[in-house]
């Protein structure tokens, strides 16, 4: 009787042990799933690409996307003295539901590349602020405006501040695009800032002089909106 009683609280401490194992296997692999780390895309939201396109954030880009389809009102205003400026805003109002507006000043610079250059010059070591022709009507009830403009001397064009200085953009989404010769957007965003320290600036879109009117700087263009999603708004 003894060695039964014995065979059965041998048993019974084993199959206690086993239990034990069991529970501890089981515990360990639920906390090896809770401390695994969910998968995640990084994207960079300043490095330009070959094509000198600056892509936004994905947060940015599904804020953005969400305020678009949300019926905010888009305005494309830019200045051009050549037309390069102007090609790339045409290109933007295609593809999104927006209104136009050509910032032109009263005085019109001269047709000669170089006499223009030395103006352009001369206005900003002055501080000049150019008249303008006309402002925006009704400005208050744009949310997004796309800013076009060609990089002179490093940064925006007199005719620019003017026209920032002239609008209320607090509360408004600038979207900066830039036509240069190699300069990019120079220190013009650091200036738009602080002409509009109240407004949301988002990563824009720049392109050289010489390959403007291409069907390359199309492609770009309409990348770029798809990048920030804006070519939500697309016309049919």
């Not at 205003?77 to 790339?88: C, D, E, L, P």
């Not at 927006?98 to 047709?111: L, N």
């Not at 879109?205 to 492609?219: L, N």
């Amino acid at each position: 009787m003894k060695k039964i009683l014995l065979v059965l609280a041998v048993l019974l401490v084993f199959a206690g042990c086993s239990a034990e194992r069991s529970d501890t296997s089981q515990q360990q692999g639920q906390t090896t799933n809770l401390s695994k780390p969910p998968v995640e895309s990084v994207t960079n939201s300043t490095t330009p690409n070959s094509a000198g396109v600056q892509n936004a954030t994905d947060n940015s880009a599904s804020e953005q996307k969400s305020t678009v389809s949300n019926g905010k009102k888009i305005l494309v205003a830019y200045f051009s003295r050549s037309g390069n400026t102007k090609f790339v805003a045409d290109e933007i109002q295609k593809r999104i539901n927006a209104d136009v507006f050509r910032i032109e000043t009263k005085t019109e610079y001269p047709t000669d590349y170089n006499k223009t250059v030395e103006i352009a010059e001369k206005e900003q070591k002055d501080n000049a602020r150019p008249e303008l022709k006309a402002k925006v009507e009704n400005f208050e009830s744009y949310d997004v405006i796309f800013l076009g403009f060609p990089n002179w001397w490093g940064t925006l064009p007199m005719s620019l501040f003017t026209f920032l200085e002239s609008h209320d953009f607090s509360g408004k989404t600038i979207i900066p695009f830039c036509t240069h010769n190699g300069t990019a957007f120079g220190r013009s965003l650091d200036d738009m800032k602080k002409l509009c320290p109240k407004a949301n600036i988002v990563g824009g879109f720049e392109v050289r002089a010489q390959d403007i009117k291409t069907d390359a700087t199309k492609k770009n263009v309409a990348n770029w909106l798809d990048k920030i999603n804006y070519n939500d708004t697309k016309k049919p």
